[in-house]
């Protein structure tokens, strides 16, 4: 990842209204707003995904369900958020009541509470949130991506040279050509 370069925030929302809700609390809470300024947000509906929009290049992802019934919409949209569970870093910013169907969809992800209408209770939660998913992400890129890396880049420039790929590319069972 590059030093200059955001780290990009997946938000999921299993619903418009916590999509608005989310954007009420990100124009009133300050803090939020703030942390916000350290990622670039892209945010994506069930409905999107349903539709076949599916989002492929995001640092780690949010998944926001602040609502009571927030864990019969997460079983129903089971597969949303399985496929965005993939990524190494992955935060659930949900009601209490809905800790169980997180847990149940998504593996080794992390739960952060919130209470459904309490806008300042939201915002603290996703600030947190955030908080954890770029300490996490800083320790993925420093325990797995830089090693790997580094093992590729054998002459250590920081690159990954024309030779290298090749070689990375043999080793993978697929040699590369001329072209």
Request: aromatic share 8%.
């Amino acid at each position: 990842m590059s030093e200059n370069k955001l780290p990009r925030a997946l938000v999921l929302f299993s619903s418009k209204e916590d999509s608005n809700l989310f954007q009420d609390t990100l124009n009133e809470h300050e803090a939020l707003k703030n942390k916000m300024k350290d990622v670039e947000k892209i945010t994506t509906l069930y409905d999107s995904f349903q539709s076949g929009s599916k989002k492929d290049r995001f640092s780690f992802v949010i998944a926001f369900a602040p609502a009571a019934d927030a864990g019969d919409n997460i079983e129903m949209q089971e597969e949303f958020y399985q496929n965005y569970s993939v990524a190494p870093v992955f935060a659930w910013v949900a009601n209490s009541a809905a800790q169980e169907a997180c847990g149940a969809v998504t593996k080794n992800a992390e739960f952060i509470e919130c209470a459904e209408s309490d806008k300042t209770n939201i915002g603290d939660a996703l600030v947190k949130a955030v908080d954890w998913a770029l300490n996490k992400l800083q320790q993925v890129t420093k325990d797995e991506v830089e090693p790997s890396f580094q093992k590729v880049d054998t002459d250590g420039s920081g690159a990954i040279d024309k030779s290298e790929l090749g070689t990375l590319s043999a080793n993978l069972g697929q040699p590369l050509n001329e072209e």
